[in-house]
Structures are given as structure tokens and as C-alpha cells.
């Protein structure tokens, strides 16, 4: 099993500052089956990224992903109000067929 | 509008049964396979099964298999997760999403899309 390690546990940023959000494989994953999503309070997840750095549709261009093998990053250019949530990193792999990183707190500082 | 809608979820005592529901719109839901993921309180993410097109495939994350069954029904547009045998450690919001994966450039990509707002079981006595 794949194991997807996020840090930092908790990111303190301010509106208008650039976030720098990672995820870390145990195992080197193709970067066409890792994803990203955000999760506001309350509300289910929604897709950001995916394979690796494609926006998903209506994504902000503010939002972007990179990396590949074990390293993966996403970055948020600067923040806006809305962007303090919890992050989670994905991965398909094949037994279980999905994992998701423990997440990525984004707080206002 | 594209749309996830679980209904089903509720409190149960241990080692009882449950069975959700997704209602699916907005898109041809026989095209895509579908998954359910849960999320204990105050916890992150896990995915919990999912189901090729035709309901051909199913897979399962180890710690449900042999409690949970997934299934759908393409003429209703819907998902299901019976699920037996519940322990405390089910409790979890339960999370619809249409698992999308396509082809480009010679490579597949897999995502989850689609999200319904979730429905909650509590596993208490």
C-alpha cells in the first residue's frame, strides 16, 4: 500500500501570501493518477487538480500543481479568503484502489 | 446541473445494517464508475468501494470487506452501499463521487469529480 505523507499538518498564511502545500509517496506514483482537493468547513470535498497539474473545470488559475514520482506540490498563489480550508492529496494505486494523504490545514494567520 | 444526492444514513446500533443511497443527474451515470468515501468525525478522507460502469467490478478497501456491498441500478440513476455488521469505527459521513477516468496522451488519469454533500451513520448503542 501507498502511503501519501502531507505537510505541513497546519499551514498559518495570511490573504494575499503564496502557500506551498506537499505530499509524499512512500512509492513512486504516476503523476497521472495523483490529485488534489480542497474541503471547506462542512462541505464535501471538490476536486482541484489532477494528474498532478491539470486544473480541474472552473479551478482558479491561482491554484497549481506539480511534481512527480514521490514529490508533489500544490501552490496557491495568493490567497484568498475563500482558499483557507483543508487540503488532501489522492492517489490510485491497486489495493486500495484510492488513499488519500491526512490533509493539509490552511489557516489564517 | 451535475449532481450527487445520499440519503440512507442514520443512527444504528453495533452490528446492525444500513443501506445507502446516491441519487445521480445531470449526466449519464451508466458511463462512470462510481466510488463512496467516508470521513470519520474530525478526520480525513477514506475510500471506502467503488463500481465499474456495468457493475461488473467492485472493490472494497480491506477494513469492510465481506460487510459492505456495493451496487447500482442504471435505470434508477443510483448507487448503493448495503452495509452489515457495523462497528463504532464506521461512523463517518458517507460521501457519493462519480470516479472519473480518461484516457489522454497515452496515459490514464483518475479522479474524483463529482461530490455529494454526504450522508451521515453513527454506529452507537
Known amino acids: 500500500e501507498i502511503v501519501l505523507t502531507q505537510s505541513p499538518g497546519t499551514l498559518s498564511l495570511s490573504p494575499g501570501e503564496r502557500a506551498t502545500l506537499s505530499c509524499r509517496a512512500s512509492q513512486s506514483v504516476s503523476s497521472s493518477y495523483l490529485a488534489w482537493y480542497q474541503q471547506r468547513p462542512g462541505q464535501a470535498p471538490r476536486l482541484l487538480i489532477y494528474g498532478a497539474s491539470s486544473r480541474a473545470t472552473g479551478i482558479p488559475d491561482r491554484f497549481s500543481g506539480s511534481g512527480s514520482g514521490t514529490d508533489f506540490t500544490l501552490t496557491i498563489s495568493r490567497l484568498e479568503p475563500e482558499d483557507f480550508a483543508v487540503y488532501y492529496c489522492?492517489?490510485?494505486?491497486?489495493?486500495?484502489?484510492?488513499?488519500f494523504g491526512q490533509g493539509t490545514k490552511l489557516e489564517i494567520k | 446541473e451535475v449532481q450527487l444526492v445520499e440519503s440512507g444514513g442514520g443512527l444504528v446500533q453495533p452490528g446492525g445494517s444500513l443501506r445507502l443511497s446516491c441519487a445521480a443527474s445531470?449526466?449519464?451515470?451508466?458511463?462512470?464508475?462510481m466510488s463512496w468515501v467516508r470521513q470519520a468525525p474530525g478526520k480525513g478522507l477514506e475510500w471506502v468501494a467503488n463500481i465499474k460502469q456495468d457493475g461488473s467490478e467492485k472493490y472494497y478497501v480491506d477494513s469492510v470487506k465481506g460487510r459492505f456491498t456495493i451496487s447500482r441500478d442504471n435505470a434508477k440513476n443510483s448507487l448503493y452501499l448495503q452495509m452489515n455488521s457495523l462497528r463504532a469505527e464506521d461512523t463517518a459521513v458517507y460521501y457519493c463521487?462519480?470516479?472519473?477516468?480518461?484516457?489522454?496522451?497515452?496515459?490514464?488519469?483518475?479522479?474524483?469529480?463529482?461530490w455529494g454533500k454526504g450522508t451521515t451513520v453513527t454506529v452507537s448503542s
Open positions: 463521487a462519480r470516479d472519473n477516468r480518461i484516457s489522454r496522451y497515452y496515459s490514464y488519469y483518475y479522479y474524483m469529480d463529482v
Open positions: 489522492q492517489q490510485y494505486g491497486s489495493s486500495p484502489m484510492y488513499t
Open positions: 445531470g449526466f449519464t451515470f451508466s458511463s462512470y464508475w
